[in-house]
């Protein structure tokens, strides 16, 4: 398959556009203007270092002095900052490319991890069956009668008490990537072993067990690539999931520090003064925090009805 | 029935056994519980003799069933910020927390069934397409972001409602006190009620709205249709019962994510329920505070978990409970 | 004056940017308690053909025009409100797979009582006494306890019993049972028949039993409709259709019986599969599996004509006939 894919893949992608799947995203404009407007906001942040006219990283350029400019368009704004500064004085503008990447970085890792051990927990409790399925499927469900985000808050909480802010914001975004990941496993590993126990009653499961092949070739080979359309469709779902965690983790100040702002903690820094009318520090970052997991959410639910994939349910 | 409870219950004392353990591992490794006792002045002598009176020095299963048998009769240690009982100062916090949960879950229940059924029944109205729209914008945005909207919409912009704390609480017994009593009472707990429902009913709405889509196009709705039965008793009888079935099971697991955000939205209305007291305790390192917490919290989702689980046997004939025992 | 009497009724589907037609002009008459089998493979119209008689056709289908006169009125013109007083009351329509059918929520009695209670005006009491005298007419053991049972507590071919109740229950004039034991074990399916026979025998019901077992046809009806890719192809008295079929391909499903071939001999298939309803060929729909056919066949459409004692619609209907008998007198 491998040779295959990486011999035809210019075809492919006219082969994908020109499939179901393409046919309805060309009739789907709110598919469209989502992707579209996805693309820009990843591409956008991953240039950061290229795009954003300072680094809110480097404290030399920062200025206190600077702080609570409004944007632009505001009486009393600032022409180098065009969305104004926040009330370290750090440019919006920067700081929200900066925090924009991080949280979309943290929310695709997380997913990625979330993603590993969900479908290699779910191939294993479908594939072998008896105890260890029924003993896994019970730590899944109750796994998840724990909300993901109690049990962040709870072990982030413990952390940071144990371990000390300083050190605790040094690693923020490995312990945020570890616990999201860890936290949502069994929403892949039900999909998958659903899959995995209905493909494996058909024939050519039991003719690749006929002709040899050993069950790690068999699941990855034969069973995993037809689980690949939930895959899709939570993984989307999961992102943006990942992403709302994220800047709710950060916001509680469980997450990202103020000197590394994502976007959930520069909602949280500017909340202390949108009483005082400096309303951009926590409105801009939302808007764009909401307009991201807008658009992933709109792409999720086209891809549901495009692909139609049989999802587990309760 | 009674060996399907027998089974319920054993998983749940696993569950709350593993959470004890969570709990006495955190209890073990953080912060010193010395040190809050006698500050930093005391001879290392002293201290040893501290520690071995307290039994910190015994093996850790010796400790670990010490803090079991205390955490059963109602000891989680004594708070080293409020100097009293952990489990008192949460029992304190608990109600305003449960009538927030109370205030959004009126709201979900209330609204996300009509809505849902409405938009399955008419999925091609105008306002089904705008209630859908609406609600997957509902779904995208923050719990803590919609509570600062709210704010600064209709605190601070518009002075309608007021952005913090309970307001006048009436006295109804122990630690209970309600919002429910006044109209100040009302007007503190409405946005904050609000925006803890407001990512939860967007779910529920298109959970219910799948559901119910789906269960109109089973066989026995077209059969119940060919038996000439009225549309009214189509949807509420025969479609609703079977759509409700699903959503019970995971409004269960939803309550386990809703205690969550009571902490997103009590910080951002500086709400003096449990989840506030958790963040302050965090703050402050407030080590028997914050087991409390964790583990009156893992009670509460395991008892609720059970319960859901149960009523789920119990309204669903197809579940054999004697079966499921055995 | 005929029970029902459907005329060149022909029903849609709406697809992605087209229309696909489903049934193409049918029309045929059912006398009071008459028996009518409506035979074809599966994607031939017949359920289609059920459904659209109760008015049930589901999205994305739809009756595009013709009439389905019952008792005198235009069931394609009715509204909701009107239909849903003959549903169930003097139409009722056995499913196909009884595991299905019946809502697994709610107890054999809630099923029984509001279907009483949705066109009469009787107490619980009385619809639960209706109910059980009808369980006891298909042989259901101990009925009473029977209405406090869930579906799921009972096998499938209680199940259908409890249907065919259910059928029962408002003394129809037409009885509509699609595939009614295909999904059955096979040692019950015969049961089913039977008590379905005798029960639209004895109240004088009429039948229109959708299936594509001739074998079964033979045994329950009077008449026949042969379709297929939505069309009437052969109409008649089973009898006749049984012993003397016109159509090739209604010769050829006859011949395709187990009964028609010798002990080792290969059953004889009609050669093709029939074509889905997106891509039915011009002219004839069948020309392209016909042994028989010429060139104007796969141009032009035939016609329904009178041949012998059936109605058939073949272009090649007399030579085929002459051919037979030239090979009998050989």
Known sequence: MSSLSTNSEPSRWSQIWNSNIGYSFRKNPVAIVSLVIFLVIAVMSFCAPLIAPFDPYDPGQIDIMNSEYPPLWVDGADAQFMLGTDDQGRDLWSTILYGTRLSLLIGICAVGLQAILGISIGLIAGYVGGRIDSLLMRMADIQLSFSTLMVAIIFLAVTQAMFGSETFNQYAIYFLIAVIGVAEWPQYARTVRATVLAEKKKEYVDSARVLGFGPMRIMVRHILPNSLSPIFVISTVQVANAIISEASLSFLGLGMPPSQPSLGSLISSGFDYIFSGSWWITAIPGIVLVVLVLVINLLGDWLRDALNPKLYKG | ?326 | MSLLSVRDLSVKFAMRDNTVTALNQISFDLAKGERLGIVGESGAGKSITGFALMNLLSRPGFVDSGKILFQGDDIAQMSDAQMRRIRGNQMAMIFQDPMVTLNPVLTIGQQMVETLMAHRKLSKSEAEQIAIVKLREVYIPSPAERLNQYPHELSGGMRQRIIIAIALLLDPQLIIADEPTTALDVTIQADIMELLLELCETNKVGLILITHDLGVVSQMTERTLVMYAGRIIEAGRTREIINDPQHPYTQGLINALPQQTAPGQRLKQIPGNMPSLTAIPNGCPFSPRCEYVQDHCRTEAPKTVQYTHVEVACHEVHRLHSDKAEEMNR
């Open chain 2, 1 to 326: 029935m009674f060996a399907y409870l027998v089974k319920r219950v054993f998983q749940a004392i696993a569950v709350m056994f593993v959470i004890s353990l969570i709990g006495f591992a955190i209890q073990d490794n953080l912060g010193d519980p010395l040190r809050e006792l006698v500050g930093q002045s005391v001879s290392e002598e002293v201290r040893q003799e501290l520690r071995d009176e307290l039994g910190l020095n015994d093996s850790f299963v010796t400790q670990y069933l010490r803090f079991a048998g205390n955490a059963l009769q109602g000891d989680l240690g004594t708070s080293y910020f409020f100097k009293e009982p952990a489990l008192d100062v949460i029992l304190k916090k608990l109600p305003a927390t449960m009538e927030l949960v109370f205030g959004a879950t009126i709201i979900i229940v209330g609204l996300s069934i009509p809505v849902g059924v409405y938009t399955a029944i008419y999925p091609n109205t105008i306002l089904s397409r705008l209630v859908m729209g609406i609600s997957i914008i509902g779904i995208s945005v923050p719990v803590f972001l919609t509570a600062i909207l709210m704010i600064f919409v209709f605190s601070v912009e518009y002075g309608w409602f007021p952005s913090y704390g309970r307001g006048d609480v009436v006295h109804v017994f122990g630690p209970w006190e309600t919002n429910f009593a006044t109209v100040d009472g009302w007007m503190h707990i409405l946005l904050p009620s609000i925006a803890l429902a407001s990512i939860m009913l967007p779910l529920f709405v298109r959970l219910i709205r799948a559901e119910m889509m789906e269960v109109l196009q089973s066989e026995y709705v077209k059969y119940a249709k060919a038996k000439g039965i009225r549309p009214w008793r189509i949807y509420f009888v025969h479609a609703l019962k079977n759509t409700l079935l699903p959503v019970i099971t995971v409004g269960g697991v939803q309550i386990g994510t809703m205690v969550a955000y009571t902490i997103l939205t009590e910080t951002v209305f500086q709400w003096p329920g449990m989840g506030f007291m958790f963040l302050e305790a965090v703050n402050r390192v407030d080590t028997p505070l914050i087991v409390a917490y964790l583990i009156v919290v893992g009670f509460i989702f395991v008892v609720t978990n059970t319960i859901v689980d149960l009523i789920y046997g119990l309204v669903n004939p197809t579940v054999n409970l004697a079966r499921m025992g055995a």
